[in-house]
């Protein structure tokens, strides 16, 4: 059955050109493996695996037993002063994988949830120490860290703060990005150019004074923004300053996290390792919702203290480890491991580039970034017409290809299934290729 005119002009869709969608609607109506399932009966390949959410493929077997049998024995669990057994095998399956003195983890409910969640805890880490005058935050132009006021006011997408005007949070700076067209413009990975980025935390650290700066939140690989790798050393750069001046570096992994860029964690692959550490999308493998944080031991040891009776951190969430997702998250770990699942995406990481890159040259391309299974593919902007030929291509490819490309602005985003065939990627560049030939 076609879902009505009504149902579609009630919802209010998340990051969406709501107008021009409802003129003609994309409504997917199942999923299975790598592709989706639209209410006209066609099969969508899926070339954004979810959200960045669904490496392991959608409705993975191992993950929908776990989420039917646990719905049916524990649908909700009181998560203040108790907890469901699952939440806490969950807690121990994340630590086992996590760098060297990560043993402890608070769970939310989204990516969003956990950017705020950590700025939280980076604030009464040094309250609780007794250094309560590290007030300021800083974030990092074209950095995302979701839509709430904390991630949003570290975050430094354009876009995703003007809507909203100067309610924001105060005491937050920002770093410089490191995209820049003249030196870096169609790397491989890592670009060469721009560690000497990472120092705008020096001037930062001079103005404000080091000593009052709480932390610094940073992806790994900027994801939302179109793909943006660090240079060789600027991660590395930043963990040296932060370590200087007391401050303690947060990395976001609610994409990097759980194989998207070859390990379990980001700060794993480039042997950076920061103080804190925020997940969510792989954590269940998009399927229920949730997100956590995960924190250096001497974080968690600051805040036990005072009489043993009292809560030692007043934050957390009706849905916090919520037994369901928690299931969700346990298969998800177990399949990973099982199937091999981190070594698969490294193995699809010099094929997915190259295909990539071949579109260097093509007359509608202005830069291709890529690390790990993300890449982006920078479309020429029409004059006047910001983003057009981007949601142009999105379309063309859903409805001509049968196939999902992500589209953010003119910037065409892709993230592999984490077991996709080399001929998955092919066929999906292939498509590609044939839409952005047709396009004006």
Same mark, same amino acid.
């Given at each position: 059955?076609?879902?009505?005119r009504?149902a579609?002009?009630s919802?209010w869709?998340?990051?969406t050109s709501?107008r021009?969608? %409802?003129?003609?609607p994309r409504?997917?109506?199942?999923a299975e493996?790598?592709h989706?399932k639209t209410e006209?009966?066609?099969?969508?390949y899926? @070339?954004?695996?979810?959200?960045w959410?669904?490496?392991?493929?959608?409705?993975h $077997?191992k993950?929908?037993?776990a989420?039917?049998h646990?719905?049916?024995?524990?649908?909700y669990s009181?998560? +203040?002063q108790?907890?469901? &057994?699952?939440?806490?095998?969950l #807690?121990e399956?994340?630590?086992a994988?996590?760098p060297?003195?990560?043993?402890?983890?608070?769970?939310?409910n989204?990516?969003?949830?956990?950017a705020?969640?950590?700025? %939280?805890?980076a604030?009464?880490? *040094?309250r609780?120490?007794g250094?309560?005058?590290?007030?300021r935050?800083?974030g990092?132009?074209?950095g995302?860290?979701?839509?709430?006021?904390?991630?949003m006011?570290v975050g430094?997408?354009? $876009?995703?703060r003007k809507? +909203?005007? #100067?309610?924001?949070l105060p005491?937050?700076? *920002?770093l410089?990005?490191t /995209?820049?067209?003249?030196h870096?413009?169609?790397?491989?990975?890592?670009p060469?150019w721009?560690t000497?980025?990472a120092d705008?935390?020096?001037?930062?650290?001079?103005? *404000?004074?080091g000593g009052?700066?709480? #932390?610094?939140i940073v992806? $790994?690989?900027?994801?939302s923004?179109?793909?943006?790798?660090p240079p060789?050393g600027?991660?590395?750069?930043?963990r040296?300053?932060?370590d200087?001046?007391?401050?303690l570096?947060?990395?976001?992994? !609610?994409?990097t @996290?759980f194989g998207?860029i070859g390990?379990p +964690?980001?700060?794993?692959?480039?042997?950076?390792m920061p103080d804190i550490?925020?997940?969510?999308?792989g954590?269940t493998?998009?399927?229920?919702?949730?997100?956590?944080?995960m924190v250096?031991?001497?974080?968690?040891?600051a805040?036990m203290?005072g009489?043993k009776? @009292?809560i030692?951190l007043?934050?957390?969430?009706?849905?916090?480890g919520h037994? !369901?997702?928690?299931?969700?998250?346990i298969a998800?770990l177990?399949?990973?491991?099982e199937?091999g699942?981190f070594?698969?995406?490294?193995?699809?990481e010099q094929?997915?580039?190259d295909?990539l890159?071949?579109?260097?040259?093509h007359?509608l391309?202005?830069?291709?970034r890529n690390?790990?299974?993300m890449?982006g593919i920078?479309l020429?902007a029409r004059p006047?017409?910001?983003g #057009?030929?981007?949601?142009e291509? *999105?379309?063309?490819?859903f /409805?001509e290809e &049968?196939l999902m490309v992500?589209?953010?602005?003119?910037?065409?985003?892709?993230?592999?299934?984490?077991?996709s065939? $080399?001929e998955?990627?092919?066929?999906?560049?292939?498509?590609v290729?044939k839409?952005?030939?047709?396009i004006?």
């Amino acid at each position: 059955m076609s879902i009505s005119r009504t149902a579609v002009d009630s919802y209010w869709m998340p990051f969406t050109s709501n107008r021009d969608f %409802k003129e003609s609607p994309r409504i997917i109506v199942g999923a299975e493996g790598h592709h989706y399932k639209t209410e006209d009966g066609r099969r969508i390949y899926d @070339a954004f695996s979810g959200l960045w959410t669904s490496g392991l493929g959608h409705c993975h $077997p191992k993950i929908v037993e776990a989420v039917q049998h646990q719905v049916a024995m524990l649908d909700y669990s009181l998560g +203040f002063q108790a907890g469901s &057994d699952k939440v806490f095998e969950l #807690a121990e399956k994340v630590t086992a994988i996590a760098p060297e003195g990560f043993s402890k983890i608070f769970f939310t409910n989204s990516g969003s949830e956990s950017a705020d969640t950590s700025l %939280k805890i980076a604030l009464g880490y *040094h309250r609780a120490r007794g250094e309560g005058h590290r007030t300021r935050l800083i974030g990092r132009e074209k950095g995302y860290h979701g839509v709430n006021f904390g991630g949003m006011s570290v975050g430094g997408m354009t $876009p995703n703060r003007k809507a +909203f005007g #100067a309610s924001l949070l105060p005491c937050v700076d *920002h770093l410089r990005h490191t /995209w820049d067209l003249e030196h870096n413009a169609f790397s491989r990975g890592q670009p060469k150019w721009g560690t000497h980025l990472a120092d705008d935390l020096e001037r930062l650290a001079a103005l *404000h004074d080091g000593g009052n700066i709480a #932390a610094v939140i940073v992806e $790994p690989v900027s994801g939302s923004a179109g793909i943006i790798p660090p240079p060789v050393g600027y991660l590395e750069r930043l963990r040296e300053i932060c370590d200087h001046y007391g401050i303690l570096l947060i990395f976001d992994e !609610v994409i990097t @996290a759980f194989g998207r860029i070859g390990e379990p +964690f980001g700060a794993q692959r480039f042997g950076v390792m920061p103080d804190i550490i925020n997940m969510a999308k792989g954590l269940t493998n998009g399927v229920i919702p949730m997100g956590a944080v995960m924190v250096r031991d001497e974080i968690y040891d600051a805040f036990m203290h005072g009489p043993k009776q @009292a809560i030692e951190l007043f934050h957390g969430y009706t849905y916090s480890g919520h037994p !369901v997702a928690a299931a969700a998250g346990i298969a998800a770990l177990d399949a990973y491991v099982e199937e091999g699942t981190f070594e698969q995406s490294r193995a699809l990481e010099q094929h997915f580039e190259d295909e990539l890159h071949a579109f260097k040259g093509h007359p509608l391309v202005s830069d291709i970034r890529n690390f790990g299974l993300m890449g982006g593919i920078d479309l020429v902007a029409r004059p006047g017409e910001i983003g #057009a030929r981007g949601l142009e291509a *999105h379309k063309k490819c859903f /409805w001509e290809e &049968d196939l999902m490309v992500r589209n953010g602005g003119d910037i065409l985003q892709f993230s592999p299934f984490l077991n996709s065939r $080399p001929e998955d990627i092919t066929m999906t560049f292939e498509k590609v290729r044939k839409v952005l030939d047709q396009i004006d």
